[in-house]
């Protein structure tokens, strides 16, 4: 490992950095160089090697618009040492990030208790006449006090029709009575990501309409956790979940079964309300790297997240918990966050 070395005026400025023997004592990595000794160690340990592996953002969300650090630095190695083989350590890493150690898994339920202790929180502060941003600064401040360094992803905190826009993330509008408000917020810890979706009635209690929804997909949620075991795959996973919200939307009344024995399979109508992906991995990214055609194995970590969006009726539901698979089946990492639509009543008339 490379490291920068500090000094007494560094120090001054920015506090105590490692020394190459802290530096062993918190990483374990026996060897520690500092960065102004890497050309030569790296011209010399190259002279002896024939492979090298190097980083690329391979993240199939990612848009990369800048020369980034990494892209530099293979540069400078095909430049300097054209006849060496390279080769690509993106899906090594993919392969490593997809299943978490028992560590990480700590890690990430540490993120998804402090994401849990926000959320309690805003039960007993969302209220008409709030503020969305206002929302956002009880979680950060909650969050913050937790030791977490804040949000794992950019908070969504959508009320009325807002949550029908999946990436809202304006968070300026006022909380009105008779709306319910989306909150797709969580936080990080460690580096490791929470995701969290919850739905609450702003003025304390779900209208009937609303409760119907909300427990339509909470039906679809709990069915989908269950299909989260070794064995199963993403694309079959997707398709059983779609014919569950098929049958919820017919029961709403928002689809007709007739049409719907004789739509396009390749472009099934329930899309129209429940248009984004049940579930990603989780991780050190909120979306995090994997392979989907690779079948679920114990240790990977999923979000679960069917929504129903009716902008007609300026309402839209979404329910999301993180979920890890393992060999006794799926565990709820957020399994104490209250999700029951009456516990959430109770909970916000205290
Ligand atoms: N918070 C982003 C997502 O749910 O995918
Ligand atoms: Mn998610
Ligand atoms: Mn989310």
């Given at each position: 490992m490379f490291l920068k070395e500090t000094n007494e005026h560094i120090a001054i400025w920015e506090g105590h950095k490692y020394t190459k023997e802290e530096a062993t004592a918190t990483s374990g990595i026996r060897k520690i160089l500092w960065m102004k000794d890497f050309s030569v160690t790296f011209n010399a340990l190259i002279s002896e090697a024939e492979n090298v592996y190097l980083n690329t953002n391979?993240?199939?969300r990612a848009t990369v618009d800048v020369q980034t650090r990494d892209a530099r630095f293979i540069k400078f190695c095909q430049e300097r040492y054209p006849l060496h083989s390279y080769n690509r350590s993106a899906p090594i890493m993919h392969e490593l990030r997809a299943i978490k150690s028992k560590h990480e898994v700590e890690q990430m339920q540490n993120a998804c208790n402090i994401t849990e202790k926000g959320f309690r929180r805003l039960l007993g502060f969302v209220k008409p006449g709030v503020m969305e941003y206002e929302i956002e600064a009880e979680l950060i401040h909650e969050f913050v006090r937790n030791?977490?360094?804040?949000?794992?992803?950019?908070?969504i905190i959508a009320s009325g029709k807002s949550a029908?826009?999946?990436?809202?993330?304006?968070?300026?509008k006022e909380c009105k009575s008779g709306e319910v408000i989306l909150l797709d917020v969580a936080a990080e810890y460690g580096n490791y990501a929470s995701d969290l979706t919850r739905c609450l009635p702003i003025n304390g209690k779900f209208t009937p309409r609303q409760k119907d929804v909300y427990n339509a997909v909470l039906r679809v949620m709990r069915a989908a956790i269950k299909m989260l075991?070794?064995?199963?795959n993403i694309t079959n996973y997707h398709k059983e979940v779609g014919k569950l919200m098929e049958a919820e939307l017919i029961g709403l009344g928002l689809l007709d079964k007739n049409e719907v024995e004789k739509q396009n399979p390749g472009a099934p109508l329930y899309k129209k309300y429940f248009m984004h992906g049940t579930s990603h991995f989780l991780g050190l990214d909120v979306h995090d790297v994997g392979s989907k055609y690779r079948s679920f194995e114990a240790g990977m970590v999923f979000t679960c997240e069917p929504g129903i969006y009716i902008p007609a009726e300026g309402l839209g539901i979404r329910l999301e918990d993180d979920i890890l698979i393992t060999e006794n089946g799926p565990v709820n990492?957020?399994?104490?966050?209250p999700i029951e639509a009456d516990d959430i009543e109770k909970l916000m008339a205290n």
């Open positions: 391979e993240h199939t030791r977490s360094r804040g949000f794992a992803y950019g908070p029908c826009i999946l990436h809202y993330t304006d968070n300026n075991v070794i064995g199963n990492l957020m399994a104490n966050i």
